[in-house]
């Protein structure tokens, strides 16, 4: 039907690939163009913008789907000019790239029913839906059948692009055929590898990449279909709970909120206040002597002070890892699946987190952590949360400072924090990871640890952490800003080390310190008052005076009318306490309860005792989970 064409490997390799390229293109322009009202702060200039970007997504789909051509052409052996050989690789190159193709276009219109890209959750519905996948298909082909038509063109270009580019036989009279093609295939090989990965930089790309580029709204328009299943094939995915009608779901528990209350701790007006969230690495209760009277000698000087001063509650981490503490913090959103949210099939969601309410009040936002550009998503994540600006070793820019592991340790760093702060427009919303209390425990060059007692190396640098904090505020102070702001302090997680009891269960393993200092607005107070991360930014908002409407699994915790609660996953098991009871359940059923108030260390689970008045913390428990799994589900992570 198509005239063959016999040209070389390099106009081979360069056509197929090139046109293919295109294709994943026009299929991300198909999608804007179907689905236009989803994005209408896209102008043609962002469009050529984000779909710039998009090729390095594209191009990772592209050298997964032509591995094969890639690799079996390139391969230095003569068997492939062979004509079963040259007719089994363009077979494959054909039906891979029709699937890649496929992929896309399906989504073009399955975005409008999920508004993101498809992930291997589109797999899970399949199968939860087994026995209807033949109805399914046939209703999609006659609903939007030209979309089948579409496909019919894309796959014609490919055979026609596959019939004119046939591999020329080799001419045997060449002596040094071997080696040229060795040294095609080891490029190619290197060539393929930095594509999978998107680059050179620290982390191979994943879905939330793309979000160090847009809004999580406009991320669809960066990524592709083929990549983000592929990104999140090996993932669980979430299961839709039932355990109420969506009718009444809403009314019972939403974590949609509004207008807030500030009517404790709270003794002034913080209208344009700043706000600096200080998260602190590895620094649970445990290491701090405030929230400890069993510590004899204080590795936290300064934190005592300044947490003296503030209101204090017995905070609790969302999560062990920072990675999960990140999305906790800065958008409400709680671990309570085996993947963190970040690396997770639903990375690609649309999220709506505290600095976007902040901008929308006419805040300039920054998120700052010393570490190496892209350490565990941090800039995609606080980008997605709506912070503006990130600021890591790269912005730093003086690698004389490196600790040689992790990034700039957390004296000079801190310092460069708040230098650029003071530079920033006014007000300001920022947040600050800090680094140097992370294995291996570095201190830096020439900074003489305060003599002490140190039982570990870890300890040496909880000393350095908080003398680097001291030198921080001292700095700050000294701005006219400073009177002006409301910092809040928080830890990722606990300590990697333990020397306390009480902290070695699954309730202590979560307790971080969760403090508000600003002495012109905020009361100081030590409560007994749990709250955790996610309680952050609302709380932020309630304290500011800010009325808007904010997503978040948290509660205010200035508002005395609202219950506290925790929530977590570990080791498949979900953690869930109210202050009163702390409860394990395995998704089915709750196999331990815990009368917090008065057995701290979980020693007597009263899972069969006490006449069941722990039930209704399993209900409030119910209420949270079958929120977040199904809004995860349905993408509803915003206002």
């Not at 509004?258 to 209208?271: C, D, F, L, P, S």
């Not at 913090?329 to 976007?356: C, F, K, R």
């Amino acid at each position: 039907m198509f005239s063959k064409k016999e040209v070389s490997l390099w106009k081979m390799l360069a056509t197929r690939l090139g046109v293919m390229l295109l294709l994943l293109a026009l299929s991300r322009w198909l999608l804007f163009l179907f689905n236009r009202g989803t994005f209408p702060d896209v102008g043609i200039r962002e469009q050529f913008r984000l779909f710039f970007i998009g090729m390095r997504f594209d191009i990772w789909t592209l050298v997964i789907f032509n591995l094969p051509l890639i690799i079996f052409y390139c391969i230095p052996i003569k068997k492939k000019y062979c004509a079963t050989y040259k007719k089994t690789i363009d077979t494959l190159f054909i039906i891979g790239n029709s699937i890649a193709v496929a992929l896309n276009l399906i989504d073009v219109i399955y975005f409008r029913f999920i508004d993101k890209r498809m992930t291997n959750e589109l797999v899970e519905f399949i199968r939860w839906d087994e026995g209807n996948q033949g109805s399914l298909i046939a209703s999609f082909l006659r609903d939007f059948w030209y979309m089948a038509i579409i496909f019919l063109v894309f796959l014609s270009l490919i055979i026609i692009i596959t019939r004119k580019t046939k591999l020329r036989s080799a001419d045997n009279s060449e002596g040094r055929w071997y080696l040229r093609h060795t040294i095609i295939f080891i490029t190619m090989i290197i060539a393929s590898a930095i594509g999978i990965r998107g680059g050179l930089q620290l982390k191979p790309i994943r879905i939330m990449t793309a979000a160090e580029y847009t809004g999580t709204r406009n991320m669809p328009l960066v990524l592709n279909t083929p990549f983000t299943i592929g990104r999140s094939g090996s993932k669980p995915t979430l299961k839709k709970i039932t355990y109420f009608e969506d009718s009444v779901i809403d009314s019972l528990y939403s974590p949609v909120k509004g207008e807030q209350t500030a009517n404790r701790y709270i003794k002034g007006e913080a209208n344009n206040y700043n706000v600096m969230i200080v998260i602190m690495e590895s620094l649970g209760q445990e290491m701090i002597r405030y929230y400890n009277s069993g510590i004899e000698k204080s590795l936290t000087p300064f934190l005592d002070s300044i947490f003296s001063r503030s209101v204090t509650f017995n905070g609790m981490a969302n999560g062990r890892k920072s990675i999960e503490a990140v999305p906790s913090i800065l958008s409400g959103i709680p671990s309570l699946m085996a993947n963190d949210y970040v690396s997770s099939a639903y990375a690609g969601n649309h999220i709506e987190g505290l600095g976007t309410v902040m901008k929308e009040n006419g805040y300039a936002t920054a998120f700052f952590h010393g570490g190496n550009n892209g350490t565990m998503s941090f800039d995609a994540t606080s980008s997605s949360a709506g912070f503006d600006t990130y600021f890591g070793r790269d912005e730093y820019a003086n690698d004389s400072d490196y600790d040689g592991t992790w990034g700039i340790p957390d004296m000079p760093f801190l310092q460069f924090t708040a230098q650029t702060i003071n530079e920033m427009r006014k007000p300001f919303a920022a947040a600050v990871f800090t680094l140097s209390s992370h294995h291996p425990f570095t201190i830096p060059h020439g900074y003489s640890v305060p003599e002490g007692s140190y039982r570990t190396e870890f300890e040496k640098t909880v000393r350095y952490a908080d003398d680097s904090m001291r030198k921080f505020f001292e700095t700050m102070s000294a701005y006219s800003w400073y009177d002006s702001t409301i910092f809040v302090f928080t830890a990722d997680h606990v300590c990697p080390e333990h020397h306390f009891e009480e902290y070695l269960n699954d309730y202590g393993q979560y307790r971080v310190p969760i403090a508000f200092y600003a002495p012109s607005v905020i009361e100081p107070e030590k409560t007994k008052i749990m709250a955790q991360q996610t309680d952050i930014g609302i709380s932020i908002l309630a304290a500011l005076g800010l009325n808007d409407t904010i997503f978040t699994f948290g509660r205010n915790v200035f508002d005395s009318t609202e219950k506290t609660c925790f929530a977590s996953f570990t080791n498949n098991i979900y953690l869930y306490c109210d202050g009163e009871y702390f409860i394990q359940n395995n998704g089915n059923e709750t196999t331990g309860v815990f009368d917090i108030r008065n057995d701290s260390t979980l020693k007597t689970n009263i899972v069969d005792g006490r006449g069941k008045d722990w039930k209704e913390t399993e209900h409030e428990f119910r209420l949270r989970l079958q929120q977040y799994n199904n809004r995860m589900i349905n993408n509803r992570l915003h206002r």
